[in-house]
């Protein structure tokens, strides 16, 4: 990692520990000078007051000038851990963090995609947010950062991987009844291994599991038969199905031709008791890809 390079945890940490700093000694100082004054001057030792002060001048200097100061204090270093959360060091690799309705897809500038956020330890990394539908946050505690992602609003976040691990992302701004669920993570690993992972074209083979998982599509719908906010594709080949189509109900069976539908115009057929969220893929897949998702769906009986 590179020495020069202040990290976003660094830039928070220094500014929450000295504002918790600050507090803790105003609180213990505060709270021991009301303990000694109800003491020394307890009602029973002074049942009539003897003071004639009415004012002191450097007392009231004192609890002016010096409270402005810790606030002047607690200003500087949290405008300086802002921009050095908004300043991204040179050379820093980017990436683009897509947010739907209830799932995370990041691409790369190569053209790889994925559902988790694979970085390189001890690099800075530039994420450029972007959501397709609704507000969603992006959120990772360990790096301390959190920016919101407004539909057509650029935006973006910069961190440091320390160390290799996993590392949690969640959405922190409610985005509809999938968003508890709304969860992935970064995925930091060495230099060697993260270029390994760069450089494999994941698209040649790719399962459509793989591929279901990599456009985000089981966020919404589940393979096992869980209830989530889409119809689960286990057992939905070959079953009928209510939908709504061009506003009129209908029932069909789904097959091949229906899925591929579903997945290029999903609101060509919504089905019944689902409201119609999921974004068009047409011009967005290949079709060797969408043939594989459709295969690997037909297999889930």
């Not at 719908?221 to 709504?244: C, I, N, W």
């Not at 999903?266 to 008791?273: L, N, R, T």
């Amino acid at each position: 990692m590179t020495p020069q390079i202040q990290t976003t945890t660094e830039a928070v940490d220094q500014v929450f520990l000295l504002i918790f700093g600050i507090s803790v000694v105003m609180l213990l100082g505060i709270a021991a000078v009301m303990v000694y004054f109800a003491v020394r001057y307890h009602h029973r030792r002074h049942p009539q007051p003897t003071s004639q002060v009415s004012s002191n001048l450097w007392l009231e200097i004192t609890w002016t000038v010096l409270p402005t100061l810790i606030v002047l204090a607690m200003f500087y270093y949290g405008w300086a851990g802002y921009l050095a959360l908004r300043n991204v060091p040179e050379g820093a690799m980017e990436v683009k963090a897509v947010a739907r309705m209830w799932s995370w897809v990041f691409e790369y500038e190569n053209g790889r995609a994925s559902d988790r956020l694979y970085v390189p330890v001890g690099r800075p990394v530039k994420v450029h947010l972007v959501s397709e539908d609704v507000l969603h946050s992006f959120y990772v505690p360990a790096f301390r950062i959190k920016r919101d992602m407004v539909p057509g609003m650029d935006n973006y976040v910069w961190f440091v991987a320390p160390e290799a691990g996993s590392y949690h992302v969640f959405c922190a701004e409610y985005c509809g009844t999938g968003h508890a669920d709304m969860i992935t993570r970064v995925e930091a690993l060495p230099e060697g291994e993260f270029i390994a992972w760069l450089a494999r074209v994941e698209d040649e083979g790719a399962g459509g599991e793989d591929l279901l998982r990599r456009h985000g599509c089981l966020g919404c719908h589940s393979l096992d038969g869980a209830q989530m906010a889409g119809p689960t594709f286990k057992g939905l080949y070959g079953r009928e199905k209510r939908v709504l189509s061009e506003g009129r109900e209908r029932t069909l069976i789904v097959d091949a031709e229906y899925l591929r539908r579903s997945i290029l115009q999903p609101k060509a057929d919504v089905v019944v008791g689902y409201p119609p969220i999921m974004p068009d893929y047409e011009g967005r897949l290949s079709e060797e890809d969408l043939e594989a998702m459709v295969e690997f769906l037909r297999t889930l009986q």
